[in-house]
Every structure is written in C-alpha cells, then in structure tokens.
C-alpha cells in the first residue's frame, strides 16, 4: 500500500488527536514532497529524522498503533504495510544543526523538514532515478537555484556523500535545462 497527499495528511491529523503532548517530526525522504502536493509521488513510508524531532517514543509507538501504522519496523514487512522509520545518523548523515521549514500543525503533531536544498542534496547522495526527479520537482515548486543545492551538499558531513551528491547534481541540471527548453 501507498501513501499519496490525501493519505498523509490524514495520518498527520489522527496522529495529531492521539498524542496527548506537543511533538515535533522532522520529515526527510520523499514525505515533504508528498505533503506540499508533487503529483504522483507516494512512498509506504514516513522517514522521520530523529535528530531533529522531539517526541515521547512509548507516546509516539501507542499512537502509531493504534492508527494501524507500524513505528520503526526492523526487519521484513508485509508489503501493504505503512509504517513510520524512525532513521539514524548511518546511511544518511544530515548536518547536526539545520534549518527546518514547517510544514504543519496537526492538533499536538508539529510536522517540520529539512530546508528544500538541504533535502535534496541528502537525495542527490543516493541518486536514484526517483530521488533525481524529487529534486528537479524542488528546484522548480521552490525557484531552487543549483548553487543552494551546492552549498548543501557541502554542509553534509561525509564526504563521499559531498562527492556523491556532487556528480548526481549534473543529472538535475540537465532535467531543469531540457524542462527550460520545452518551455
């Protein structure tokens, strides 16, 4: 199963009536996107960066099962499942103090991400076909310009992630040049 706009928005408000206290989630992945509207775009899950969220985890866990959502699953999962990852300095690796950009309140749930450029240069170290189209989406719904994205992707704190992010940016530079062409 899959999570579009209307789906997420839904679990951000029940999850916002079931917490008894105010909590932060700071969203990273492909959440952000889905929230503001990119057309298309799903996922099954809701990376959450934990740096950069305050929340009560025994609080959070009850709330996401009793919504039916799976919280921080390890292993295998059923396919149809939804669950919220709760993601680690690891793989990614974020600055350890960044800009957030709210994106909601939802009753006691605030629902912040990292600023647009910062999430796209994390996407850009991965660099797959789908995290090269997030980005080109962010550089066109918020103006980015390709040195944001640069500045970025030199406040990542591994470097060969800055030089994985490096190479990947050239593919969104091309998409943005052929879209500009069309137009």
Same mark, same amino acid.
Do not use: H
């Given at each position: 199963?899959?999570?579009?706009?209307?789906?997420?928005?839904?679990?951000?408000?029940?999850?916002?009536?079931?917490?008894?206290?105010?909590?932060?989630?700071?969203?990273?992945?492909?959440?952000?996107?889905?929230?503001?509207?990119?057309?298309?775009?799903?996922?099954?899950?809701?990376?959450?960066?934990?740096?950069?969220?305050?929340?009560?985890?025994?609080?959070?866990?009850?709330?996401?099962?009793?919504?039916?959502?799976?919280?921080?699953?390890?292993?295998?999962?059923?396919?149809?499942?939804?669950?919220?990852?709760?993601?680690?300095?690891? +793989?990614?690796? @974020? $600055?350890?103090?960044? /800009?957030? =950009?709210?994106?909601?309140?939802?009753? %006691? !749930?605030?629902?912040?991400?990292?600023?647009?450029?910062?999430?796209?240069?994390?996407?850009?170290?991965?660099?797959?076909?789908?995290?090269?189209?997030?980005?080109?989406?962010?550089?066109?719904?918020?103006?980015?310009?390709?040195?944001?994205?640069?500045?970025? +992707?030199?406040? @990542? $704190?591994?470097?060969? /992630?800055? =030089?994985?992010?490096?190479?990947?940016? %050239? !593919?969104?530079?091309?998409?943005?040049?052929?879209?500009?062409?069309?137009?």
């Amino acid at each position: 199963m899959t999570i579009d706009r209307e789906s997420l928005v839904r679990i951000f408000d029940a999850l916002g009536q079931k917490l008894g206290k105010p909590t932060t989630i700071c969203v990273i992945g492909s959440s952000p996107g889905i929230v503001l509207g990119q057309p298309e775009r799903q996922s099954s899950d809701i990376d959450v960066w934990r740096q950069r969220s305050a929340y009560d985890e025994t609080e959070l866990r009850r709330a996401c099962q009793e919504l039916g959502l799976l919280f921080d699953p390890k292993g295998e999962l059923d396919p149809d499942a939804i669950y919220l990852q709760v993601v680690q300095p690891g +793989i990614v690796k @974020l $600055p350890v103090d960044f /800009q957030v =950009e709210i994106l909601g309140q939802f009753g %006691v !749930l605030t629902v912040a991400m990292p600023a647009p450029a910062l999430l796209s240069a994390a996407k850009l170290v991965r660099g797959d076909a789908r995290d090269i189209e997030d980005v080109a989406w962010w550089v066109k719904e918020r103006a980015l310009q390709m040195d944001e994205i640069r500045v970025a +992707i030199g406040s @990542l $704190p591994d470097l060969s /992630q800055r =030089e994985a992010a490096s190479e990947n940016i %050239v !593919l969104v530079e091309l998409i943005v040049a052929g879209e500009r062409r069309l137009t």
